[in-house]
């Protein structure tokens, strides 16, 4: 059974930094060139769809990569620790705009599809992040 337990959200000025880990058990990569298998971040803001911020995929016919949304594009970055198991995003020069529920989702995007949250079947419980101005 797949589980995803995110930590590591809290409350911020504007312009600062947190790191969010996602711990997840249960889940293997697939390394396969034909299909992506991908563990990504999203986040959900009152009244607002939830939408994907950044996903990291070891393989997959694209060979491959992290990819962000454009709206955190050079201020987020995405990793993981293979050996934990673990995946982080941390995120700098935060805005208020950032204020949302963050979720951690592990599944297998087709295409180019890995910011879409429909592509995604697991999903952690998530973790608040607040960024005051």
């Known amino acids: 059974q797949v589980q995803l337990v995110e930590s590591g959200g809290g409350s911020v000025q504007a312009g600062g930094s947190l790191r969010l880990s996602c711990a997840a058990s249960?889940?293997?990569?697939?390394?396969?060139?034909?299909?992506?298998?991908?563990l990504g971040w999203f986040r959900q803001a009152p009244g607002k769809e939830r939408e994907g911020v950044a996903a990291?995929?070891?393989?997959?016919?694209?060979?491959?990569?992290?990819y962000y949304a454009v709206s955190v594009a050079g201020r987020f970055t995405i990793s993981q620790d293979s050996a934990k198991n673990t995946v982080y995003l941390q995120m700098n020069s935060l805005k208020p705009e950032d204020t949302a529920m963050y979720y951690c989702?592990?599944?297998?995007?087709?295409?180019?599809?890995?910011?879409?949250?429909?592509?995604?079947?697991?999903w952690g419980q998530g973790t608040q992040v607040t960024v005051s101005s």
């Open positions: 249960g889940y293997t990569y697939s390394v396969s060139r034909y299909r992506n298998s991908c």
């Open positions: 990291l995929c070891p393989s997959g016919p694209s060979g491959g990569g992290t």
């Open positions: 989702a592990a599944g297998y995007p087709t295409g180019d599809r890995f910011l879409v949250r429909y592509e995604y079947t697991y």
